[in-house]
C-alpha cells in the first residue's frame, strides 16, 4: 500500500518560493509526529522540519526563518512552504512519520532544484 506520497517540486531560481505536499491517511495524520526530510546528492539524509500530531514544530537551522511546515487534517495532507530558496537547498525531499522511519518505508519523494 503507499501510504506516503509527496508532490510540489521543480525548478525555481535563487530567491523563489515553492510548496510541497505529502499526502498520508488520516489515521497516520492525526497519530504521529510528521516531518519532512531532504537528501541531496552526496549527503545524508537530513530532517529539515516536523509537527506533532498537537501541532508544535521545530526545524532545522539550515532552513529556520525561510521554511514552515503546515498540517491540514480536513485534506489529510502536510505541507513545507519553501521561501528565499538557495541553490544549497537542492535535493529530494520526503516526508515521513515516526512508525514509518522506525521501519525504513520512504515514499518516492519529490525533486526540489535551485539553480540560476
Known amino acids: 500500500q503507499v501510504q506516503l506520497v509527496e508532490s510540489g517540486g521543480g525548478l525555481v531560481h535563487p530567491g523563489g518560493s515553492l510548496k510541497l505536499s505529502c499526502a498520508a491517511s488520516?489515521?497516520?495524520?492525526?497519530?504521529?509526529?510528521m516531518g519532512w526530510y531532504r537528501q541531496a546528492p552526496g549527503k545524508q539524509r537530513e530532517l529539515v522540519a516536523s509537527?506533532?500530531?498537537?501541532?508544535?514544530?521545530n526545524y532545522a537551522d539550515s532552513v529556520k526563518g525561510r521554511f514552515t511546515i503546515s498540517r491540514d487534517s480536513a485534506k489529510n495532507m502536510v505541507h513545507l512552504q519553501m521561501n528565499s530558496l538557495r541553490p544549497e537547498d537542492t535535493a529530494v525531499y520526503y516526508c515521513?512519520?515516526?512508525?514509518?522511519?522506525?521501519?525504513?518505508?520512504w515514499g518516492k519523494g519529490t525533486l526540489v532544484t535551485v539553480s540560476s
Open positions: 488520516k489515521s497516520i495524520l492525526d497519530s504521529y509526529t
Open positions: 515521513n512519520t515516526d512508525l514509518f522511519y522506525a521501519m525504513n518505508y
Open positions: 509537527i506533532t500530531s498537537g501541532g508544535s514544530t
